[in-house]
């Protein structure tokens, strides 16, 4: 029953699976192990509550089990709780410094936490042990960015690229970074790339127009943000930056009008911003 419950989470079939690693643990319930499968089964089947349920019955059936205990603080983690991921990892470092996952799982949870110095230590190791993971290295330069090291995020962003040259998260964060660096005409061009590798991306376009705002370009920029809200007229950040832009043309009326309209889908809103990623 074991072989075909992976058998079926391999072809896709998730709630499949863990429906028979239930029937499993049912049958044997001081097994450890499909406890942890199961627990696996259900975080891939969309069911995070459950999967916290199974990963920790593992847990303490196999309390030394480095193993589940990685796996425990995955669904931890996926299920909002990082906190929790990292104290379930805690003690275990020393035993874990080779374990990919082990160190993403940490690296995701600190920078939830707002660690993020710590968070950037852990995705260098995931690094160092797997150069061709991608998203740990984009989300290592989202760090950087939050720390200010915005030379370190655009050198990350940039060997990001080299490995995957359509990767458009990459190519925004790339954009933003160079921003705050004062280089304009990269920045823009790096958004650029980013909106026609995902021009469903209004976020990627709002941050576009901002950028063209900084670099004195404000017609263009409100073009990019009438025609984010021709698309979505629903998005706060676009009427919020529009807003922004028709000040600075003086053109007042028709600020307060956008104003307004940020205001009417996003009250909260007090200032308008580049929205990031």
Not at 112 to 138: C, F, K, T
Not at 187 to 197: H, I, R, T
């Amino acid at each position: 029953m074991l072989r075909r419950a992976a058998a079926l989470q391999a072809a896709g079939d998730a709630p499949g699976a863990a429906a028979l690693y239930r029937q499993v643990v049912a049958a044997e319930p001081r097994d450890a192990v499909a406890w942890a499968l199961c627990g696996g089964a259900l975080l891939a089947a969309g069911d995070g509550a459950a999967a916290v349920d199974a990963l920790e019955t593992a847990a303490m059936l196999a309390p030394q089990d480095d193993d589940i205990a990685v796996e425990y603080a995955i669904v931890l983690q996926a299920a909002g709780r990082p906190a929790d991921a990292v104290d379930v990892l805690a003690g275990r470092d020393a035993r874990l410094q080779d374990s990919e996952r082990a160190q993403a799982v940490q690296a995701d949870a600190l920078a939830a936490l707002g660690r993020v110095e710590d968070a950037v230590a852990h995705y260098q190791r995931v690094l160092a042990l797997a150069p061709a993971n991608n998203a740990a290295r984009i989300t290592l330069g989202v760090c950087q960015q939050r720390l200010d090291d915005f030379p370190a995020a655009v050198a990350t962003y940039r060997a990001a690229l080299d490995l995957d040259p359509d990767a458009d998260d990459a190519w925004s964060n790339l954009g933003l970074a160079l921003a705050a660096l004062g280089q304009m005409t990269p920045a823009v061009e790096a958004l650029k790339k980013a909106a026609a590798l995902n021009p469903g991306d209004a976020a990627t376009r709002c941050n576009l127009g901002t950028v063209l705002q900084k670099d004195d370009r404000v017609a263009e920029a409100i073009v990019c943000f009438e025609k984010i809200i021709a698309g979505n007229p629903q998005y706060a950040d676009a009427w919020g930056n529009l807003c922004n832009a028709r000040q600075e043309q003086r053109r007042l009326d028709d600020a307060l009008a956008a104003h307004d309209r940020a205001v009417s889908l996003a009250p909260a809103m007090r200032k308008f911003t580049g929205t990031g990623r």
